[in-house]
């Protein structure tokens, strides 16, 4: 009876009911001597998985019911021309992906050749022909902030001109203007600036006093602070543009801040009095100048009152004696009844003539001429 072929390599088995040699353990039909060769079993496998693989591939695999041939004829490995077609569009369409690139409107892109600048890429759909090009994209209208202080180790402590410690909290907005400058001639963008900021601004509060720091200068520290860092970082040929700087605090330190407006507050009431002093000295000169000037007015007038009024006298001095060396007795006749009238005539009196009284007196002594008299003039006043 003849024997299957044994075991599950096709290989081994006892052919045509054939014995063992003699010496051997006794073995079955599936058994093999010690000195028969090992059977490479993972070189099989191996062989069973790469003709499998031939099919899936669109090759065709050996004779034996696709097991590796045992004669010398080979079926050989096959690719078909649709298997290269299809892998040579995957390969095209990868390429594509990675040489077709987008940039936003807000954004600029930076090609590379090799590693060196090539060209500045326009917003929307650019190419880049991968692995000899490259691009870098960069956003170039968004603001980035930098804040200078804030509370961090003595950052924002600075000294001024006057020996005073001043803490400064201020924050530097930019944002690029030559992308290609920002790849190639500065490594962190952040610490540049924010180191640039930091020694602009000490230098500049080291040229100034404290008050005016604290005060009314705060809008133009932060312009020359401004004007100086984007003056250095173009120096640097940085590619970044700063748009403003924000100072949002120039304070004492925290140590000292009671104290310093307890000093701040004696000094605003130092002021104060001074001003208060100051509008009292000006009114109390004002006064005094202007009584002054009265005063001189007063005797200017005066003066010249007492001399025209001297050269008036003399004047009619003058023109009297020429009168009087014309017709003596009449002047003097004239010159009497003037002084007599001048003299007598404030006087309460009343004169009365001897020719009309007679001896006998022709008045009654007790007729009130006086009161009468003054009534008259009164009424006469009134009137």
């Given at each position: 009876?003849?024997?299957?072929?044994?075991?599950?390599?096709?290989?081994?088995?006892?052919?045509?009911?054939?014995?063992?040699?003699?010496?051997?353990?006794?073995?079955?039909?599936g058994?093999?001597?010690?000195?028969?060769?090992?059977?490479?079993?993972?070189?099989?496998?191996?062989?069973?998985?790469q003709?499998?693989?031939?099919?899936?591939?669109?090759?065709?695999?050996?004779?034996?019911?696709?097991?590796?041939?045992?004669?010398?004829?080979?079926?050989?490995?096959?690719?078909?021309?649709?298997?290269?077609?299809?892998?040579?569009?995957?390969a095209?369409?990868?390429?594509?992906?990675?040489?077709?690139?987008?940039?936003?409107?807000?954004?600029?892109?930076?090609?590379?050749?090799?590693?060196?600048?090539?060209?500045?890429?326009?917003?929307?759909?650019?190419?880049?022909?991968?692995?000899?090009?490259t691009?870098?994209?960069?956003?170039?209208?968004?603001?980035?902030?930098?804040?200078?202080?804030?509370?961090?180790?003595?950052?924002?402590?600075?000294?001024?001109?006057?020996?005073?410690?001043?803490?400064?909290?201020?924050?530097?907005?930019?944002?690029?203007?030559?992308?290609?400058?920002?790849?190639?001639?500065?490594?962190?963008?952040?610490?540049?600036?924010?180191?640039?900021?930091?020694a602009?601004?000490?230098?500049?509060?080291?040229?100034?006093?404290?008050?005016?720091?604290?005060?009314?200068?705060r809008?133009?520290?932060?312009?020359?602070?401004?004007?100086?860092?984007?003056?250095?970082?173009?120096?640097?040929?940085?590619g970044?543009?700063?748009?403003?700087?924000?100072?949002?605090?120039?304070?004492?330190?925290?140590?000292?801040?009671?104290?310093?407006?307890?000093?701040?507050?004696?000094?605003?009431?130092r002021?104060?009095l001074?001003?208060?002093?100051?509008a009292?000295?000006?009114?109390?000169?004002?006064?005094?100048?202007g009584?002054?000037?009265?005063?001189?007015?007063?005797?200017?007038?005066?003066?010249?009152?007492?001399?025209?009024?001297?050269?008036?006298?003399?004047?009619?001095?003058?023109?009297?004696?020429?009168?009087?060396?014309?017709?003596p007795?009449?002047?003097?006749?004239?010159?009497?009844?003037?002084?007599?009238?001048?003299v007598?005539?404030?006087?309460?009196?009343?004169?009365l003539?001897?020719?009309?009284?007679?001896?006998?007196g022709?008045?009654?002594?007790?007729?009130?001429?006086?009161?009468?008299?003054?009534?008259?003039?009164?009424t006469?006043?009134?009137?």
């Amino acid at each position: 009876m003849a024997g299957n072929s044994g075991g599950p390599w096709g290989g081994g088995g006892n052919q045509g009911g054939s014995r063992p040699p003699s010496g051997g353990g006794g073995g079955n039909n599936g058994g093999r001597r010690p000195e028969d060769p090992q059977i490479p079993e993972i070189d099989e496998l191996m062989k069973k998985g790469q003709e499998r693989l031939r099919v899936l591939m669109g090759g065709r695999g050996g004779g034996n019911g696709g097991n590796a041939p045992k004669g010398g004829g080979s079926g050989g490995p096959g690719i078909s021309k649709g298997t290269i077609g299809i892998a040579a569009l995957v390969a095209l369409g990868l390429w594509g992906y990675m040489s077709f690139y987008t940039v936003k409107p807000e954004e600029q892109s930076v090609e590379l050749f090799l590693g060196k600048y090539s060209s500045t890429g326009n917003p929307g759909l650019n190419f880049a022909p991968w692995p000899f090009v490259t691009a870098e994209v960069v956003n170039v209208t968004s603001e980035r902030t930098e804040t200078i202080g804030a509370g961090r180790d003595a950052d924002g402590l600075m000294l001024t001109t006057d020996a005073n410690i001043v803490d400064i909290e201020f924050q530097v907005v930019w944002n690029i203007s030559d992308p290609s400058k920002l790849l190639f001639n500065i490594r962190d963008p952040q610490l540049t600036v924010q180191a640039v900021s930091e020694a602009v601004m000490r230098e500049i509060i080291a040229a100034s006093n404290l008050a005016p720091i604290l005060n009314r200068d705060r809008g133009i520290i932060a312009d020359t602070a401004m004007e100086q860092i984007q003056a250095t970082l173009d120096e640097y040929d940085s590619g970044i543009n700063v748009v403003r700087i924000n100072l949002d605090t120039a304070d004492p330190p925290r140590e000292v801040i009671d104290a310093f407006r307890e000093v701040q507050a004696a000094e605003q009431e130092r002021d104060r009095l001074e001003r208060q002093a100051d509008a009292y000295a000006n009114r109390v000169v004002a006064e005094a100048r202007g009584q002054a000037a009265q005063i001189r007015e007063q005797s200017e007038g005066y003066r010249a009152q007492v001399v025209n009024q001297a050269l008036g006298e003399a004047s009619r001095f003058s023109a009297v004696r020429e009168e009087y060396a014309k017709a003596p007795e009449v002047t003097r006749r004239r010159l009497y009844l003037e002084t007599m009238e001048r003299v007598l005539g404030d006087v309460d009196k009343t004169i009365l003539d001897e020719a009309l009284t007679g001896a006998e007196g022709g008045v009654v002594p007790y007729l009130p001429l006086n009161e009468l008299n003054r009534s008259r003039n009164t009424t006469s006043e009134g009137n």
